[in-house]
């Protein structure tokens, strides 16, 4: 790798990281916005289905960001890709604890998921780590 391409990879890693904890903070406004929804605070046509299908486009973009740097770094079947790949299934796992037909919440099925999201997150992260090394 050429030094100039390792400038690139380097900016372009560390705009991943940026993006990643963007997300992260818009997944964690989502998680708010369940109990506003629930407390009858949010707008009037926010509900639980509509929650699902945006906090669903959110992940869908950017699991496409995602994708576009793996696939740049030839990083698909790398350690890398695992861990993002198992925090997405996670993070879209969470709409499991939705009930949009009752309008309900398992919120402690929630809390247990955001957790694990957690978990997820530093894995991700150490794995960015040995790869930025």
């Known amino acids: 790798m050429t030094t ?3 400038k690139y ?5 560390n705009v991943l990281l ?3 904890v963007t997300y992260n903070e818009v997944f964690t406004e989502y998680l708010k916005t369940i109990k506003l929804i629930e407390r009858g605070e ?10 699902i299908d945006n906090y669903l486009t ?3 973009s950017f699991i496409k960001l995602c994708n576009s740097y793996l696939s740049k770094y030839n990083l698909e079947n790398s350690t890398i890709a ?3 790949n198992n925090y ?23 809390e247990k998921a955001q957790s694990k999201i957690r978990a997820r997150q530093e894995e991700f992260l150490q794995a960015l780590n040995i790869l930025v090394k």
């Open 4 to 6: 100039k391409t390792s």
């Open 9 to 13: 990879r380097i900016l372009e890693t």
């Open 18 to 20: 940026e993006r990643f």
């Open 42 to 51: 949010a707008l009037r046509y926010e509900t639980y289905s509509r929650w």
């Open 58 to 60: 959110n992940i869908k």
């Open 82 to 84: 695992e861990k993002l």
């Open 88 to 110: 997405f299934m996670d993070l879209i796992d969470m709409v499991n604890y939705m009930d949009v037909d009752h309008n309900l919440v398992d919120h402690s099925s929630i």
